[in-house]
């Protein structure tokens, strides 16, 4: 059973860092890309970045290129969302996602979803 839990949210100034998490657990063989998605009230769940665990290749959304890095720590199991020059736009609910796609990320092939975690940017 996979689990995927996120941490990290919470409330900042426009222009501030926060970074989030994302561990996972509950299976044997590596989950093959993991990322983030964000959905504000109202709005369609979007896409922010993913990564490819065995290799390390990354993609961003277009609105976050620039000011977002996503890494991983294999050991750890784990996924990171660092989070720079943070806008009132990026107010959102973070959702970590994991899939066994060897193509783009899309919220269709996620195959596990966190929880989701508030980032608040005023």
């Known amino acids: 059973h996979v689990q995927l839990v996120e941490s990290g949210g919470g409330s900042v100034q426009s222009g501030g860092s926060l970074r989030l998490s994302c561990q996972a657990s509950?299976?044997?063989?590596?989950?093959?890309?993991m990322g983030w998605f964000r959905q504000a009230p109202g709005q369609e769940r979007e896409r922010v970045a993913y990564?490819?665990?065995?290799?390390?290749?990354?993609f961003y959304g277009d609105s976050v290129k620039g000011r977002f890095t996503i890494s991983q720590d294999n050991a750890k199991k784990t996924v990171y969302l660092q989070m720079n020059n943070l806008e009132p736009e990026d107010t959102a609910m973070y959702y970590c996602?994991?899939?066994?796609?060897?193509?783009?990320?899309?919220?269709?092939?996620?195959?596990?979803w966190g929880q989701g975690t508030q980032v608040t940017v005023s």
């Open positions: 996602a994991a899939g066994y796609a060897s193509g783009p990320l899309v919220a269709s092939l996620v195959a596990y």
């Open positions: 509950g299976y044997t063989t590596r989950l093959p890309v």
């Open positions: 990564i490819y665990t065995s290799g390390g290749s990354t």
